[in-house]
């Protein structure tokens, strides 16, 4: 099984300050087909999870640009260029290259 | 607007069984492909396991912790999704999401779960 790991595990933020999530996997999460199955979400506190990214780079409907991704290969970054108070959850990424499909540990964003 | 109501959770004895079902709404249900997710209190999201669509042959794949236990299943007719979960273990209670494969990709979860509960 592809191993999601993620960093840190517990992220305090100031409003308007970035944040950064790092997401790596134990396998390459490029396909043949040129993009890497590689997906992000959050949980906000007593929500169900929300997709915000997908196949990589695709941001979902309705998610904020000042969320961003980057990586390749097996080394992924989520960034928020300026925190807000609604951004406070859980942060999962997930690998959807293989069978069975593996969530990292989650991040846990919270406000100072 | 999309709607996945997840039903049929309940308390249950270990060993036992119990069958969650998903019901569909406001998409094309017979061309997306469905996952189950689930989440143990304070833990994190785990995969339980996906049907594909009629077109991709209704393949399904399984967590390895539950491989050979569960079951998932579809109904095209009804817009309805299975869970069949056998031989329950404590570790498996959670509350349980079903989710749509999105086109293009991610997953698309809209209920609030149904929560299962195993314990004598």
Not at chain 1, 66 to 83: A, E, W
Not at chain 2, 24 to 39: E, K, L, P
Request: net charge neutral.
């Amino acid at each position: 099984d592809i191993v999601m790991t993620q960093s840190p595990l517990s992220l305090p933020v100031t409003p308007g300050e970035p944040a950064s999530i790092s997401c790596r996997s134990s396998q390459s999460l490029l396909h043949t087909n040129g993009f890497h199955y590689l997906d992000w979400y959050l949980q906000k506190p007593g929500q169900s999870p929300q997709l915000l990214f997908y196949l990589g780079s695709n941001r979902a409907s309705g998610v904020p640009d000042r969320f961003t991704v980057s990586g390749s290969g097996t080394d992924f970054t989520l960034k928020i260029s300026r925190v807000e108070a609604d951004d406070v959850g859980v942060y999962y990424c997930m690998q959807a290259l293989q069978t069975p499909q593996t969530f990292g540990q989650g991040t846990k964003v919270e406000i100072k | 607007e999309v709607q996945l109501v997840e039903s049929g959770g309940g308390l249950v004895q270990p060993g036992g069984s119990l069958k969650l079902s998903c019901a569909a709404s406001g998409f094309t249900f017979s061309g997306s492909a469905m996952h189950w997710v689930r989440q143990a209190s304070g833990k994190g999201l785990e995969w339980v396991g996906r049907i594909t669509s009629k077109a991709e042959s209704y393949v399904t794949g399984y967590g390895a912790s539950v491989n050979g236990r569960f079951t998932i299943s579809r109904d095209d007719s009804k817009n309805t999704a299975y869970l069949q979960m056998n031989s329950l273990k404590t570790e498996d209670t959670a509350v349980y999401y079903c989710a749509r494969r999105q086109t293009g990709g991610g997953l698309e979860v809209r209920g609030q779960g149904t929560t299962v509960t195993v314990s004598s």
